[in-house]
């Protein structure tokens, strides 16, 4: 079972083919690569990264 790396919940959501969304902290992730890539999504529907939050390791998959 996957894992927000963010909040540690387990409520995530697919919205998109390699797409997830964390229900609990609402943070957007992407697999790319084996390694995830974590967005927020700000009030007017624009994403901020959050990788620079995550070492390397801790988005591996």
Request: aromatic share 8%.
């Amino acid at each position: 079972m996957m894992r927000c790396p963010n909040c540690n919940g387990k409520d995530i959501g697919k919205i998109g083919s390699q797409n997830y969304y964390c229900w609990t902290c609402f943070v957007e992730m992407t697999i790319l690569n084996n390694e995830l890539t974590l967005h927020q999504i700000e009030a007017d529907g624009s994403l901020s990264s959050l990788n620079d939050l995550f070492t390397e390791e801790q988005r591996k998959l």
